[in-house]
C-alpha cells in the first residue's frame, strides 16, 4: 500500500556530512510523523530523529547538534542531513513513516519502514 525508497548512505571520513533521503510512494492521506532510525551491530535499534507533521523535531542524545531532519510535504520525503560524523554513526539506518492509507474507500493508519540504507564513517 505504502513504498518507502531510502537513499544517501555510502562511505564518509570521520568529520564528513552526508544526507539521506526517504521518498513515500502509494495510497497515502496523509503523513503524520516521519523519522530515522538505525542500528549498529551488536546494538539495539534507536531513535535518531523524528519530524512532525506540524514541524516539531526530536533528535538523540549522540546527534544533537550534528544532524538536521527536515521534510518535504510535497514530495512526501524526510530528510537527515548529518554532519560532523563519526565512527560511533557507522550503522543502517531506516526511515519510518506513520499516517493514513486509503485501502477499499476505508481509512486505516499505516507504519512503514525503508529497506535500510548502510552508513559507514571511517578513514
Known amino acids: 500500500q505504502v513504498q518507502l525508497v531510502e537513499s544517501g548512505g555510502g562511505l564518509v571520513q570521520p568529520g564528513g556530512s552526508l544526507r539521506l533521503s526517504c521518498a513515500a510512494s502509494?495510497?497515502?492521506?496523509?503523513?503524520?510523523?516521519m523519522g530515522w532510525y538505525r542500528r549498529a551491530p551488536g546494538k539495539q535499534r534507536e531513535l535518531v530523529a523524528s519530524?512532525?507533521?506540524?514541524?516539531?523535531?526530536d533528535y538523540s542524545g549522540p546527534v544533537k547538534g550534528r544532524f538536521t531532519i527536515s521534510r518535504d510535504n510535497a514530495k512526501n520525503t524526510v530528510y537527515l542531513h548529518m554532519n560532523s560524523l563519526k565512527p560511533d554513526d557507522t550503522a543502517v539506518y531506516y526511515c519510518?513513516?506513520?499516517?493514513?492509507?486509503?485501502?477499499?474507500?476505508?481509512?486505516?493508519?499505516?507504519?512503514?519502514w525503508g529497506q535500510g540504507t548502510q552508513v559507514t564513517v571511517s578513514s
Open positions: 519510518n513513516v506513520v499516517g493514513d492509507t486509503v485501502i477499499a474507500g476505508m481509512v486505516e493508519g499505516f507504519d512503514y
Open positions: 502509494g495510497s497515502i492521506s496523509s503523513i503524520n510523523v
Open positions: 519530524i512532525s507533521g506540524g514541524g516539531s523535531t
